[in-house]
């Protein structure tokens, strides 16, 4: 009697393991939010690609709606600019609220005008993204990287133990 007990309950604690994406993680706090810059060439494959109005030379006047001289840019959205330019990376993050540039916008989901300019420089056309990306605190991290995969496993061997004991019992039982 006590092993289909056991079985079973290896099996039902298990499952709720395995389960535990439902449950977990359990938000311990405010995203940490950061502020990015990042700048790339436009090109095919970008937001603003082969035959978008920011490249289109043929009709000047959407050209120029979307396009901004680098010598219209502001002094700090020009510094921002050229920092992100020639980061190895492409782009730089800073994570206080007061090290950003008051003139350029940071949202989440960045359009063209809204986080998405395009700046003519030397004949070169780019894309200079800014937008907020909301991190989650660490310890969220943690138990996305950690504890829900360790919890998956551990349920999933106690199925496996569960149903293991149960099959034991039964195939005890036909002797």
């Given amino acids: 009697m006590r092993t289909p007990l056991a079985a079973a309950g290896l099996v039902a604690l298990g499952v ?3 389960a535990n994406p439902l449950f ?3 938000s311990v706090g405010e995203p940490n939010p950061a502020y990015t810059h990042t700048v790339q060439p436009v090109g095919e494959g970008s937001v603003a ?3 978008s109005p920011a490249t ?4 000047d006047t959407n050209a120029s709606d979307a396009v901004v001289a680098y010598a219209d840019l502001a002094p700090e959205v020009r510094e921002a600019f050229d920092r992100a330019r020639d980061a190895p990376e492409g782009g730089f993050g800073v994570e206080d609220p007061d090290e950003r540039v008051d003139s350029l916008s940071y949202p ?3 359009t063209l005008g809204d986080g998405l300019l395009i700046v003519e420089r030397d004949g070169e056309r780019y894309e200079f993204w800014t937008r907020t990306v909301e ?3 660490g310890a969220v991290v943690a138990q996305r990287v950690f504890l829900q995969p360790v919890a998956f496993l551990v349920g999933f061997l106690a199925v496996v133990a569960g149903a293991a004991v149960g099959l034991r019992e039964r195939l005890a039982g036909e002797e």
């Fill in 24 to 26: 977990l993680p359990v």
């Fill in 56 to 59: 289109d030379t043929a009709n």
């Fill in 108 to 110: 989440t989901e960045p």
């Fill in 135 to 137: 991190r989650e605190p």
């Fill in 16 to 18: 709720l393991l395995m």
């Fill in 49 to 51: 690609g082969i035959g």
